[in-house]
């Protein structure tokens, strides 16, 4: 079974930055597209950025202008660059990967990401 191996969180005062990275254990076949979701206490889990297969790249509206989302196609590792980290982006921050083949869908294990001063 692939598993998705996250890494980069932690904590950082507000305005910091924090890169996250995502790899796969194993390999993954038909990857289409690739993706952070956070999910906050109490509340859903949200998507934060997705990049799929010729770059494009789509943002929440709360972390336009301050997250980039970048992928490596040869490692199948997608990073989240976060910039101007505010304490409402405190949340756990999961990896996702979507392929064509089946499970079709892989999620990481959460990596925790606290932003406070």
């Known amino acids: 079974q692939v598993l998705l191996v996250e890494s980069g969180g932690g904590l950082v005062q507000p305005g910091g930055s924090l890169r996250l990275s995502c790899a796969p254990s194993?390999?993954?076949?038909?990857?289409?597209?690739m993706g952070w979701y956070r999910q906050a206490p109490g509340m859903h889990r949200e998507l934060v950025a997705t990049?799929?297969?010729?770059?494009?790249?789509n943002y929440a509206d709360s972390v336009k202008g301050r997250f980039t989302i970048s992928r490596d196609n040869a490692k199948n590792t997608v990073y989240l660059q976060m910039n101007g980290l505010k304490p409402e982006d405190t949340a756990v921050y999961y990896c996702?990967?979507?392929?064509?083949?089946?499970?079709?869908?892989?999620w990481g294990q959460g990596t925790q990401v606290t932003v406070s001063s």
């Open positions: 996702n990967i979507k392929s064509f083949v089946a499970p079709y869908e892989y």
């Open positions: 194993g390999s993954i076949f038909s990857i289409y597209a």
């Open positions: 990049i799929i297969n010729g770059g494009s790249t």
